[in-house]
């Protein structure tokens, strides 16, 4: 790396630059410092990789767990695994090497809680009274053993059949139960106990947008392609990706309902038009819900006529709120996930919405968290009947105008469905990346009708959850689907002083339905060393989910304060921490000295880039896209939210020549290390590849070699380069093999396709997105890492100090 050969800073976006703050205005008072002895969350996580990769983490109390963003395995010895537990993620996907989560029976008694707190029997708790007794590790209470469970002890008191007991062993386990009390648990009196396999509701806006955009015909090919097959760009056959068993309904709207009888029987689905959107009902019964391959004749042939049968259609207006009243409807009773298509502002039917005036002029004024409150309260009475009912709602959005995720996008944050985000669809270009979404809504590991609840050991008291769900009451969380991929972030507070000599205990338990219709709890337990020195605290510390609580609880505030103040807030919690390490154990150093803490070395980029995320950005974001990602940032996993706050960036021109090639002995491969998100440690002559989860970059520098195009693009001119092409050309060198293997490992871990854009360097408009990416620099309306890092550890004599205020002192 030679310091001169760097890039210049690529453009900033538009709009209000950053203008500074006492750190950057006293520049002056700055020693000189190189940017690259700034503490690097790369070093952090390519050594922590390092560490763990091919390690198996025991996850008894008292180590460090591997970062997020590290593949690791771990080994249950009791405890959950921070897969399960680092932000609540109870579905989260398992590495094929680890042990399947154990699937416990206990019998029409249902497994063994405790009489006080409700809380379930796990590996903490000990036996008591010869066996007939056990004591809960959460509130400490002694429950009576049912004579079904009875066992005696042994001389350690523990029981005998331990270790054929996984629910005493392990720290996440599935308890089957069939009690009426699991099926409705008042005050949820609806539920009816037959086994329902997980059925899907898809709605198909059909109005002119959705039409012209040919949103429609990407969506019904779509959804061929997942229920019977076909043949993808590249030519491989993906398998059909529907849920075996589960059933399904389809409707298309537009200023009326229109019902398809989808029966076996008759080849061609009849239509049933329902016009009153303000009393929805179902007019069919049977025919309805469907198995797809049973009513494959009718199925194709309706997801192949419906974009041509609406290809005169003059009706702009698509009733959002109606169809999802007619989901409602249809799954109310037992559960389910609506998927729906839409392409336009909902202006008519149930929550019609007056289209969006200027919100740029809502900026910086008290009306700013209006952008992120539904404006009509059926949105959210909607909301909170799909989760109560069990239901699920996602919805993929593909329109050319404002659509108002702000009011629309509750229905899938409460519901705990998902958004996938498609503005000015174009299908040569979104299609692929829908296909590759539905594809992972369809096949990762999905319950529904989920309660939730998180208990705790005395001692400490539950004061807040961040993630996509309908909080019921102060304890229990109703979410209608629960999926791998999201987890919820619980605020815990000390309610008083805790004994170091003992753990500290949290247990999560999901009452959920199977896809497959079993009704089961799975519990995650945890157990925690009490820390009683702040050296300790500071140590054991795990920075990822502290970032990723942080970004949660801003991203909460955005409905009751401005972003400035969040914003300024979120610079508070860091330097509080900051100044509460070196308060309490670095008090001897010098004032002016850069102190943090080693776990927490890269908190201050994490928190200038959860500044500089979508959501919170300085201007020039629109209210939908600010919605989109706050949705996002709130229910992702902790890994992701740490990709998508610190990009992942590679230079693909100085990739080894082994590196993301099968090793010719072990077939295993290595990836290349991550280089920090600046353009200081950028070349000229370099390919970038930059990667925050949504959207995936290739940054093309102007004096790239012919050579190097050749070999990845099938190019040797930037000018003839296409920057609208949406995959990499598959051609016989060994960069292309490389780049495209990176590729694939990331589609593995993520399970689907981001956005791609190729931009050159000083050619491309969208150049800007990239350098936005770049959170280390100055950009965003907001400073560089450098100008942070100087501004929160000199806060302290810059502007009268940060309280301790958010610290745990
Ligand atoms: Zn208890």
């Known amino acids: 790396m030679h310091a001169n050969r760097h890039i210049p800073q690529p453009p900033h976006s538009a709009g209000e630059p950053y203008k500074g703050t006492p750190a950057a205005s006293s520049l002056w008072l700055r020693p000189r410092i190189d940017p690259s002895q700034m503490p690097s969350p790369i070093d952090m996580i390519e050594s922590d990789k390092e560490k763990w990769e091919g390690n198996s983490f025991m996850t008894l109390p008292g180590n460090n767990p591997p970062l997020s963003t590290s593949d690791f395995t771990a080994f249950d010895q009791g405890n959950s695994s ?6 609540f993620q109870p579905f989260a996907d398992l590495d094929p090497r680890e042990e399947p989560i154990p699937v416990v029976d206990c019998g029409d008694s249902g497994p063994p809680r405790c009489k006080e707190c409700r809380g379930y029997i796990n590996p903490w708790c000990a036996w008591t009274a010869g066996g007939w007794k056990w004591k809960c590790n959460l509130c400490g209470h002694e429950t009576q053993v049912l004579p079904d469970y009875f066992c005696n002890l042994d001389a350690n008191l523990m029981r005998i059949d331990l270790p054929n007991r996984p629910e005493l062993n392990k720290g996440t386990v599935d308890f089957v139960v069939s009690g ?4 409705a648990p008042p005050p949820l009196p609806k539920m009816n106990s037959s086994l329902n396999p997980l059925n899907c509701f898809f709605a198909f806006d059909v109005s002119l947008e959705a039409i012209r955009s040919g949103f429609l015909k ?3 090919d779509v959804l061929r392609d997942m229920l019977y097959g076909s043949t993808s760009l590249d030519g491989t056959l993906p398998e059909p990706s529907f849920p075996k068993d589960s059933q399904l309904a389809i409707l298309t709207y537009d200023t009326s309902l229109h019902f398809y009888d989808l029966s076996p029987a008759s080849s061609l689905a009849s239509m049933i038009v329902v016009s009153d959107l303000e009393e929805v009902f179902v007019p069919l019964r049977e025919g309805l819900f469907v198995d797809p391959w049973k009513s494959r004749t009718a199925i194709e042939g309706l997801l192949k006529a419906l974009p041509e049968r609406y290809l005169d259609t003059v009706i702009d207006n698509a009733a959002l709120g109606g169809a999802l009243l007619a989901g409602l409807a249809s799954l109310a009773g037992r559960g389910g996930h609506i998927i729906a298509f839409q392409s336009v502002l909902p202006v008519i039917g149930p929550g019609a919405l007056e289209p969006l005036h ?3 002029s809502l900026y910086g004024t008290e009306k700013e968290r209006t952008m992120f409150l539904p404006r009509h309260q059926t949105w959210r009475d909607i909301a909170e009947e799909c989760s109560e009912e069990g239901i699920g709602v996602s919805m993929f959005l593909g329109m050319s105008k404002p659509i108002d995720i702000g009011s629309i996008g509750i229905v899938s944050s409460t519901t705990g469905g998902e958004l996938f985000f498609h503005p000015r669809f174009n299908p040569a270009r979104d299609q692929h990346v829908l296909t590759s979404q539905l594809r992972r809504l369809l096949t990762r590991t999905t319950v529904y009708n989920c309660l939730l609840r998180v208990r705790c050991s005395n001692g400490l008291r539950i004061s807040n959850y961040y993630g996509n769900f309908h909080e019921r009451s102060v304890s229990d969380l109703d979410i209608g689907i629960l999926d791998s991929d999201k987890a919820i972030s619980v605020h815990i507070e000390h309610s008083r002083k805790l004994d170091a000599r003992e753990y500290a205990f949290l ?11 079993q009704r089961r709890v799975r519990t995650c337990n945890l157990a925690l060393e009490v820390a009683d020195l702040a050296a300790n605290v500071f140590r054991y510390a795990d920075m990822d989910a502290v970032v990723c609580h942080l970004a949660r609880e801003s991203m909460s505030k955005l409905t009751s304060r401005r972003m400035a103040h969040i914003r300024e807030e979120l610079t508070d919690r860091c330097s509080s921490l900051l100044l509460g390490y070196r308060r309490n154990c670095a008090a001897a150093t010098a004032v002016s000295q850069l102190i943090i803490p080693e776990a927490f070395r890269a908190l201050p980029v994490y928190t200038l880039a959860i500044m500089k995320c979508k959501p919170l950005k300085g201007r020039n974001v629109s209210a939908d896209v600010r919605n989109y990602h706050a949705q996002r940032i709130l229910s992702m996993s902790v890994r992701a939210t740490m990709q998508h706050l610190y990009p992942r960036l590679l230079a693909l021109h100085d990739l080894a020549d082994d590196t993301a090639l099968p090793d010719p002995t072990t077939g295993q491969m290595s990836f290349p290390s991550l280089m920090r998100d600046s353009h200081t440690y950028m070349e000229a002559h370099g390919v970038y590849l930059i990667d925050n989860e949504d959207l995936m970059i290739f940054w093309v520098g102007s004096s790239v070699s012919p050579q190097l195009l050749l070999d990845l693009f099938g190019v040797d001119d930037l000018l ?3 920057p609208n092409i949406i995959q990499l050309p598959v051609l016989h060198t060994r960069l292309s093999a490389q780049v495209r293997n990176i590729l694939t490992h990331r589609h593995a871990q993520r399970g689907r396709t981001p956005k791609m854009l190729l ?3 000083n050619m491309d408009g969208t150049e800007i997105e990239f350098s936005d990416m ?16 100087f501004h929160l550890t000199n806060g302290e004599q810059l502007s009268g100090g940060p309280s301790l205020r958010g610290s745990p002192w």
Do not use: I
């Open 358 to 360: 200027d919100q740029a």
């Open 218 to 220: 990407a969506t019904c």
């Open 507 to 517: 247990q999560c338990a999901v009452l959920h339905t199977t896809p497959d219709g």
């Open 774 to 789: 770049l959170v280390e620099d100055q950009n965003n309306a907001a400073m560089s890492y450098l100008d942070c890092e």
């Open 82 to 87: 921070p897969k399960h537990v680092r932000c």
């Open 180 to 183: 009426k009390e699991y099926w």
């Open 720 to 722: 003839t380069l296409d």
């Open 759 to 761: 931009v050159r360097q």
